[in-house]
């Protein structure tokens, strides 16, 4: 792969906005997701990730080290995955896999207190629940009722 074809994960700068503003997503899958102009709020414990394909911001999601990540697993270290979604026009491209595979080289240089992302998915959300399969997440066989149904819980340790 050249470089210039790269995708790279970044916690989110302000001159990502415009795009992020411009984000579409279609009707069914907005429902499993936010939109990342709701999604920018940034605190210590709350860091949006822009997926980037040629400095572009393509994809997004935000990594939380909230107490939020209790509700999801007991592991102190661990945080949660929330909001991934890549921008309608830019999918079918691959970048949610090629960004999800670069996860565990990212928290292990920005966090490196994390030893494993957690993330709930929709059981009837199945494209987003193979992405994940394919970049090496595995259902935990826990599962919660989130505002639209049945979760289910999957985590990536970090090694």
Known sequence: MNTLDEVVLQKYKPEHLQWL????????QEKFTALPIKMLEITK???P?????NN????????????????????PRA????ALSINHSKQGRGFANKGMKKIQSFVT????ACNEIILAVNH??????KLYEKVGFKDTGTR????????????????
């Open 79 to 82: 945080m949660l995955l929330t």
């Open 45 to 47: 414990e709350r860091h």
């Open 144 to 159: 919660k009722i989130g505002r639209i149904g049945e979760q289910y819980i999957y985590n990536f340790i970090i090694k």
């Open 21 to 28: 503003r411009a984000f579409e997503l279609p009707k069914e």
């Open 124 to 129: 009837k959300n199945v494209p987003a629940q």
């Open 109 to 112: 240089q920005q966090f490196p």
């Open 56 to 75: 572009e911001p393509v994809g997004f999601f935000v990594l939380h080290s909230s107490d939020k990540v209790k509700e999801y697993t007991n592991n």
């Open 49 to 53: 990730i822009v997926i980037l394909h």
